[in-house]
């Protein structure tokens, strides 16, 4: 069994699909692939690209907002746990720090960053993190606590997705 643990299945160019989302999912299938990982880039975008995959049982998703996200959109500590408390939502993320393409807002990456690991902590659910040229800071975020959660969360995940089969 083949899983795709990190796709961003809302960005993908449908022309190669017969403009049909279905077609899509049913090539993965036929590739092998029974179970995606659909990560969030904003939140913005994301009851949009949950509204796509939301029917379909062998997609799981995350919400959260990238690192290299519009600084202006809107975000809450509240709004990201409401979103990602829903059943559909196993990880949270991607987050993280990119100081390859963005190095002129670490603060606000860093913020963010904490945000989503608060979540992360108060939900029990893993974080995925999307690092680039951030050095080892990023692991300042990423305390002894957050590991265990990770590590624990993956085990409910594999076996989340054992039920689902
Ligand atoms: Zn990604």
């Known amino acids: 069994m083949l ?7 809302d960005c993908i160019d449908l022309s190669e699909f017969e403009n049909n989302f279905d077609t899509l999912i049913q090539q993965t ?6 179970h995606m990982l659909c990560v969030s880039i904003n ?4 009851p949009e690209m ?6 379909y049982p062998g997609i799981s ?9 519009d600084e202006s959109e809107t975000f809450s500590i509240d709004y990201l746990t409401e979103l990602a408390s829903d059943d559909k939502v196993v990880a949270i993320g991607e987050t993280g ?10 603060e606000w990456q860093q913020k963010r960053f904490r945000e989503h690991i608060q979540v992360a902590n108060q939900l029990n659910k893993p974080v995925i993190i999307h690092t680039r040229d ?18 624990l969360s993956i085990v409910l995940l594999k076996h989340r997705h054992l039920q689902t089969r």
């Open 3 to 9: 899983v795709d643990s990190h796709c961003h299945l």
């Open 29 to 34: 299938h036929n590739c092998g692939v029974e």
């Open 43 to 46: 939140l913005k975008k994301y």
């Open 50 to 55: 949950l509204e796509k995959v939301r029917a």
């Open 61 to 69: 998703v995350s919400v959260g907002m990238h690192p290299m996200a």
């Open 97 to 106: 720090l990119d100081y390859y393409y963005h190095k002129d807002n670490p």
């Open 134 to 151: 951030a050095g080892e800071p990023w692991l300042y975020y990423v305390k002894k606590k957050l590991i265990y959660v990770v590590v």
